[in-house]
T-cell receptor
Framework: AQSVTQLDSQVPVFEEAPVELRCNYS??????LFWYVQYPNQGLQLLLKYLSGSTLVKGINGFEAEFNKSQTSFHLRKPSVHISDTAEYFC????????????FGQGTELSVKP | GAVVSQHPSWVICKSGTSVKIECRSL??????MFWYRQFPKQSLMLMATSNEGSKATYEQGVEKDKFLINHASLTLSTLTVTSAHPEDSSFYIC???????????FGPGTRLTVT
């Protein structure tokens, strides 16, 4: 069965510093990978997705992620964070031919401090 | 584009009553809608998948008689929490997927509090 592990539950970082949020997944078949952001008491917004092709994926708000098949990872990065990036980030995986069903990681709380 | 709305955004109900939550895709036809539940400081857990015109598929451990899901049209799905109890208090989020693009669009969520 597929699963997603986000290795850090909380990541504190200073403004303008780089950040990496780690995500590993487990699946026996090909997958699609996603990163979502959730602000307090709101739904989820898609940051970026990997479906196929280039393993380096660029998303909104300056975020990017790299799909590493051999390490079954999909880490999210941003070279310089802003206070407004403070939010909960979720990594999600969907197995191909599963009708779009998403399995989410536990979430990483990114806290950007001035 | 690709906007999903939920109504109500928050609701308080008394134990034993039922409450209905609506999920609408405003500018696209959603062939599939998903319902998630999220407890404070936790991740989203998929409750069920609904396809337009057919019965919902519930995840293991989700009581189908308690959480009634109807997907009557390509733009509307409803979740009814029947005989609600305090332990049903949670944040309920729906998402919608159109045919083709492999992407789900999420609603803003509904905060349910059962007293």
């Amino acid at each position: 069965a597929q699963s997603v592990t986000q290795l850090d539950s909380q990541v504190p970082v200073f403004e303008e510093a780089p950040v990496e949020l780690r995500c590993n997944y487990s699946s026996s078949v090909s997958v699609y990978l996603f990163w979502y952001v959730q602000y307090p008491n709101q739904g989820l917004q898609l940051l970026l997705k990997y479906l196929s092709g280039s393993t380096l994926v660029k998303g909104i708000n300056g975020f990017e992620a790299e799909f590493n098949k051999s390490q079954t990872s999909f880490h999210l990065r941003k070279p310089s964070v802003h206070i407004s990036d403070t939010a909960e980030y979720f990594c999600a995986v969907s197995e191909k031919n599963q009708g779009g069903k998403l399995i989410f990681g536990q979430g990483t709380e990114l806290s950007v401090k001035p | 584009g690709a906007v999903v709305s939920q109504h109500p955004s928050w609701v308080i109900c008394k134990s034993g009553t039922s409450v209905k939550i609506e999920c609408r895709s405003l500018d696209f036809q959603a062939t599939t809608m998903f319902w998630y539940r999220q407890f404070p400081k936790q991740s989203l857990m998929l409750m069920a998948t609904s396809n337009e015109g057919s019965k919902a598929t519930y995840e293991q451990g989700v009581e189908k008689d308690k959480f009634l899901i109807n997907h009557a049209s390509l733009t509307l799905s409803t979740l009814t929490v029947t005989s609600a109890h305090p332990e049903d208090s949670s944040f309920y989020i729906c998402s919608a997927r159109a045919r083709g693009p492999y992407e789900q669009y999420f609603g803003p969520g509904t905060r349910l509090t059962v007293t």
